[in-house]
């Protein structure tokens, strides 16, 4: 049964929520901010059934953008960066070369450091995409929902955090045109959840 189709929203449809969603919100959570992942979480669920009668079906993106604000605003003292989940098929050298780093970029995703690096090399709002994107596997439109954003700056902050993520990584002395060949399939961090979708990352942002 989905999040709207109880009558009434009650204790019931709460626990429903908290049980169908409460794992991924607490993983979203411990992503961004470790130390205070459960009272993320709590304070989500609090909201959600203080606000029962506006949360919308479906009903995760609304979690996640309460989730943001929270992290944002309550917890950012305390936001950690730790692992960025590789999803590429091809990512344009900064410099305009024609050869394909993807396999040398995914390599470097399991250093932990390098990582930490390449987030620390971007804007927060840029690093927020990226993590929306990556760990999450949001659309740019539910991206642009949880930001509170058009779906259009959504597209063009996905674009440019990849761009800039690619080329933190290849300046860190990751990639080259004597690199040693990486698996076929990129390296991902461990994490409990599904594996990436792929996308194409030489799309142009509309």
């Known amino acids: 049964m ?16 908290v049980l169908r969603h409460g794992n991924t919100v607490l993983a ?3 992503r961004r901010v470790p130390q205070d ?9 609090a909201a959600a059934w203080r ?8 009903a995760l993106p609304w979690l ?11 917890h950012r003292s305390r936001s950690r ?6 999803r590429a098929a091809s990512i344009e050298m900064p410099d305009g070369r024609t050869d394909d780093p993807a396999d040398a970029v995914a390599a470097r995703l399991d250093d932990a450091d390098a ?9 927060d709002r840029d690093a927020e995409v990226l993590r929306l994107w990556a760990w999450e596997q949001l659309e740019p439109a539910e991206i642009a929902y949880v930001l509170g954003v058009t779906a259009a700056a959504a597209r063009v902050r996905l674009h440019r955090a990849r761009r800039r993520a690619a080329s933190v990584l290849l300046t860190d002395g990751a990639a080259g045109p004597e690199a040693a060949p990486a698996p076929a399939r990129p390296v991902v961090p461990r994490r409990a959840v599904p594996a990436p979708r792929q996308f194409p990352l030489t799309e142009e942002p509309r």
């Open 2 to 17: 989905s999040d709207a189709e109880r009558p009434c929203r009650d204790e019931a449809w709460l626990e429903a929520l």
């Open 28 to 30: 979203y959570a411990r």
């Open 37 to 45: 992942a459960d009272d993320v979480a709590a304070e989500v669920f």
């Open 51 to 58: 606000y029962r009668d506006r949360v919308p079906e479906p």
């Open 64 to 74: 996640y953008r309460t989730a943001s604000h929270l992290v944002l605003h309550e």
């Open 81 to 86: 960066r730790t692992a960025l989940a590789a």
């Open 115 to 123: 990582v930490a690096r390449a987030l620390a090399g971007l804007s």
